[in-house]
């Protein structure tokens, strides 16, 4: 090319989540049987969706609207019926203007870095979701700078380093916060949060809120939405979605709720530009939107939701007791979403599991040349058990390990694929002693 047509952002878009479905599939088509522990998507791990919900988006198809634009910001009854969820919820006023819809929260996240100034950095968590880390880091066109949730206090966050990173770093502009937290299960405690925002008022930065899983906490008295310890004088935008908590990651149906927009021209203005991107685009998918109230407000919703957290919570329970005693392991249990994410203290650099069929072996340790020590574990581990988890190295973090879900529906086979992980993590560092 005449003229550099690389993007000063192309190296730092990794999606190590499916990253890895590739190999898996090739060792699939070799007979090597595929259990998907990699991607957080409840339907392919077979929930259905409650049939009450499916009549009320099947009745919906028969209305013409359905099939038609909406306005930019997205369907207004749906926005009004969002803004008096949350008057009702924690008395905060959000004017129905301050929402706007996307295809997924995906989409706003990229959508929400892509339109930052180049220069204005979001510090974010580590482990960090990799489309945040990556959509952030592509924007600055430089590595994400990140703040420590700590294995060994529960994965919380370590307030001082957000404080430091912040002060000595000018560029630093907001504070990234996903809560309950994705890939470790973590939920941010209400005086956490407060710390944060504090922060963020002394040094006049805006906070995000990627609280996608806010109705996945275990304990859901224990789960602090932003805009209850926001204040008046802290901007901020709260990130949504239908895809978790449906579940209908299908739907691609995400939106952010601007907080305190109008205390900060500056904030104002990026605001503005995050609409204007939007109409560009016209509008986000209809039919989720139109459905949104019936489904969230219904009578039977509370319930449906709850039954599935309940579900988590039980198989989080059985994924501590088997991993947490295991020797130089750090496996904090989740306090919501559906994730497990497991910390080695240390794994060998040479490590291997027995693999009987040859071509797959051969395949595994091509695969390994040069790879991160975790994700040589996690081609090891499909190689030989099938078993498909996302190496802790693909969430934008030194720690090595792996992250598993929660969403096998099957009990049996829960039990099996934790057994055979945790057999797995035994023989991995038994092999090179
Ligand atoms: C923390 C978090 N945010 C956003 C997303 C993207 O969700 P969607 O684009 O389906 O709304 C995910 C998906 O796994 C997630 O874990």
Redesign the pocket.
Known sequence: MRTNIIHEGADELSYEIRGIVAFAEKLGTLGVPIVWENI?DPIAKGEHIAPWIKDIIAEHTKTDVCFGYTPTKGVLATRHYIAQSRKKESGVTLSPDDILFFN??????SVVYTYLRRSARIIGPSPA?P??SSAEAAHAGAAHITYHLDPHRNWLPDIEDIRNKVKYNPSVAGILI?NP??PTGMVYPRKVLEQIVAIARTHGLFLIA?E??ARLAYEPKEFTPLYDVLGSDVPAIV?R????EVPW?GS???WIEVYNKDIDADFARYVKTLNDAKMLEVCATALPQHVLPAILGDERYDHTVASRVAQYATRADRAYKAFASIPGVMAPRPEG?FYYSVVFDDLPENGTLPIKDDTVRREVEHAVMGVTADKRFAHYLIGATGIVVVPLSGFNTDLVGFRMTLLETDDAQFDDIVEKIREAIVMYRASVK
Request: hydrophobic share 25%; aromatic share 8%; glycine share 20%.
């Open positions: 957080g997924g929260l995906g989409d706003a996240i979701y489309t945040h996903i937290d994705n990627d996608t899983y990130m979605g239908l895809s978790k990651p691609r149906c995400g979403a």
